[in-house]
C-alpha cells in the first residue's frame, strides 16, 4: 500500500491575472501570493509528510510553487506530472477555452455531480475520467511507501470524493 497526502496549491497572486503573459492559458502559470506562500509553508509542518519520499506535482504556476517550497521545506525532490492538471473544461482538443464558456462547463460538471447527463458526452472531464488520469499516474509510484501530491482543488473533490479543499488543505489516500 502507497499512501498519498494530496495538497491543493495555495492560493494564486490573483493581481498578476490578466497582466503581461498572464492572459488566456497564461493565467495557469499564475504564482501564489504572500498568503498562498504561508498556506503551503503552514502545509509543511503537518507531521503525516514527514514519511514522505516525494513529491509528485501539476505542471502548472500555482503547484509547482507550491511543490517548491515543500521540497524546501521537506527536504524532498519534485517529479511533474502532466496528467495531475486541473479539471479539463475541454476534453475534445484541450484548447483554451474563454472564461465565460469554461466557468459554464464548470457549472455543468457541478450541476450533474460529476457525471455526464444520461446519454449526453460533452466535452468537459467527467470525475470518472479525471480518476483515470490521476490514478494512472499514482500508479507509476505504487512503489513508494509514501508520497505527496500537489495538485488542485476540483481534481482532490471528485477523484477523492471530498468536498471543495481549502487552499493547503492535505487529504490522505490509501492506494
Known amino acids: 500500500m502507497t499512501v498519498f497526502y494530496f495538497i491543493r496549491h495555495g492560493?494564486?497572486?490573483?493581481s498578476l491575472e490578466n497582466t503581461k503573459f498572464f492572459q488566456g492559458r497564461g493565467t495557469?502559470?499564475?504564482?501564489?501570493?504572500?498568503?498562498g506562500r504561508q498556506q503551503i509553508k503552514t502545509a509543511a509542518q503537518d507531521e503525516r509528510l514527514r514519511d514522505a519520499q516525494l513529491i509528485i506535482s501539476s505542471p502548472f504556476g500555482r503547484t509547482l510553487h507550491s511543490a517548491a517550497i515543500l521540497s524546501k521545506e521537506l527536504g524532498l525532490d519534485i517529479r511533474v506530472e502532466p496528467d495531475l492538471h486541473e479539471w479539463a473544461p475541454n476534453t475534445v482538443d484541450y484548447a483554451y477555452l474563454p472564461q465565460e464558456e469554461a466557468g459554464r462547463r464548470w457549472h455543468a460538471?457541478?450541476?450533474?455531480?460529476?457525471?455526464?447527463p444520461a446519454g449526453e458526452m460533452p466535452a468537459?472531464?467527467?470525475a470518472e475520467q479525471m480518476k483515470a488520469r490521476v490514478f494512472a499516474v499514482l500508479d507509476k509510484y505504487r512503489h513508494f511507501r509514501c508520497a505527496i501530491a500537489v495538485c488542485h482543488g476540483t481534481l482532490m473533490q471528485y477523484v477523492l470524493d471530498i468536498p471543495h479543499p481549502s487552499n493547503g488543505q492535505i487529504v490522505r489516500f490509501d492506494l
Do not use: A, K, V
Open 124 to 126: 468537459w472531464e467527467s
Open 11 to 14: 492560493q494564486m497572486d490573483f
Open 109 to 116: 460538471l457541478h450541476d450533474n455531480h460529476g457525471r455526464h
Open 28 to 35: 495557469h502559470m499564475i504564482p501564489l501570493s504572500e498568503l
